[in-house]
């Protein structure tokens, strides 16, 4: 398959994600934009910037896939957004993010409400690639041809187990070239440009938030 021949299936990728309520889309930018602090989050701390009891945040918690504690039961990560090290940093503040996979680094920008520098390594080729990644595009990628991998598991594989059924498939490569071999030795992978990655999330985004993003500010405290 070639990148472009791909790029409908990333659109549908974004409606395999769940849907929010209202409060619930609210829930998720704060915790998002809490965690963007660098600290675990609790759940009280959460309550109030989310205008609902701590019980509340627990039970909604409980339903959401992605969601990491440590061992205090302080948030962690949280779909795509990590306090533990991975291969791929993200960089909204002075604080060293992470991220679960390089499509995170694309969609991620924008629910946190700030532009970020990304980097990460070709998985291949050990090349570093950067980008500086805001709500409106990709910029400074280096190198310029790099790529990104992408697998399509069902919604119930992404719901129960999103991190090995989705994240470990979907890397930033140096190049096609390079891209295109690893994706012939992992079953479903397949070839898009960062570009249409980037698209296939901002569709994400307006899938999962319809409320929209602007306008909701996390508390963040010391």
Known sequence: MT???????????????PQMSPS??????????????????????LARTSEITAGEVGEILDTWPGVH???????????????????????????????WCAWDTLFLPEVLGA?????????????????????????????????V????????EINADIVNSFCHYVHFFADEQVATKWARQHDGAFIVSVDDAFQAAQAKNQWQYPLGLEGNEAIIEA
């Open 3 to 17: 990148i472009t021949e791909k790029n409908g299936w990333l659109q549908k990728l974004a409606t395999l994600l």
């Open 24 to 45: 619930e889309q609210r829930l998720s930018i704060n915790l998002y934009r809490t965690l963007m602090a660098g600290k675990p989050v609790s759940k009280s701390r």
């Open 69 to 99: 504690f440590d061992a205090d039961d302080r948030i962690i990560g949280y779909w795509g957004l990590s306090l533990t090290p991975t291969p791929h940093e993200i960089c909204p503040t002075d604080e060293v993010l992470y991220a």
């Open 115 to 147: 532009p970020a520098s990304v980097r990460s390594n070709c998985p291949v080729t050990s090349t570093p690639i950067r980008m500086f990644v805001s709500a409106t595009g990709v910029e400074d990628l280096d190198p310029p041809t790099a790529v």
């Open 149 to 156: 991998s992408f697998v399509l598991p069902p919604e119930s």
